[in-house]
């Protein structure tokens, strides 16, 4: 099976100063896009329950992201990323307890698993990169992103992408380090988009899968995946 990327990332709440300070800080506009999303799960919610995000994005095709396993407690998250059409069949197999399906495509096994599109809207992006230390020849670049979905959510999210958990501490000093000079308070955290639209057009949904994470935390004293997503 592929091996998922560690996406290590924060969310914030931009500011009307946030990309005159990027640049100040030497980062680079890579691009501005806009993109559609769409969320796909069972009438049951059984993925996000699970707390597994399936999602199509346009130009980019299928994404599934699950948690890592964080190594370091704090206001960001360590999600698993996989890309791959047949280790994301093989995953949602697995997680929703289905015989494996014989199938390379995701838009092949959405009807068999009982998939369907719980979410979708569109998004402005603009994409910055800014390396913070030039010390090192493979310093890898953090990205930030500044989003405006179509129904009036902004949000921001600084992140890197690792191979291994031992990177993970690293990514993260770097993450913080960007954050605070973005003026970003040390423990702010911002809904992802995707729990913000499921708030405002399917609340129930929304109010389920709070009640979901709330049980899950209490044992085990971590954060609701409603700050986490990307």
């Not at 699970?50 to 994005?57: G, T």
């Not at 698993?113 to 979410?119: D, K, M, P, S, T």
């Not at 191979?163 to 308070?185: C, D, N, Q, R, Y």
């Amino acid at each position: 099976m592929a091996q998922p990327l560690i996406e290590v990332e924060r969310k914030f709440v931009p500011g009307p100063d946030t990309e005159k300070r990027l640049q100040e800080l030497g980062g680079t506009l890579e691009h501005q896009v806009t993109f559609w999303d769409s969320y796909y799960d069972t009438p049951e919610l059984s993925l996000m329950r699970a707390d597994y995000w399936l999602r199509q994005r346009e130009g980019s095709g299928w994404e599934l992201k699950y948690p890592g396993g964080a190594v370091v407690s704090g206001p960001h998250t360590e999600f698993m990323e996989l890309t791959v059409e047949p280790a994301i069949v093989a995953q949602l197999c697995e997680v929703l307890g289905a015989d494996v399906l014989e199938s390379g495509s995701v838009a092949a096994v959405l009807g068999p698993l009982g998939l369907q599109e719980v979410a979708s809207f569109v998004t402005k992006r603009s994409a910055w990169k800014l390396v913070l230390s030039r010390a090192e020849e493979e310093e890898p670049s953090l990205t930030v992103d500044l989003d405006t979905a179509d129904f009036g959510y902004a949000v921001g999210e600084v992140e890197a992408l690792v191979h291994e958990k031992a990177e993970v501490p690293t990514a993260l000093e770097k993450i913080h380090s960007l954050s605070s000079m973005l003026g970003v308070p040390a423990q702010e955290t911002a809904p992802p988009k995707v729990m913000v639209y499921l708030q405002r057009f399917r609340p129930q949904d929304y109010q389920q899968l709070l009640e979901v994470y709330s049980a899950r935390e209490k044992p085990q004293g971590t954060k609701s995946p409603d700050s986490n997503l990307g």
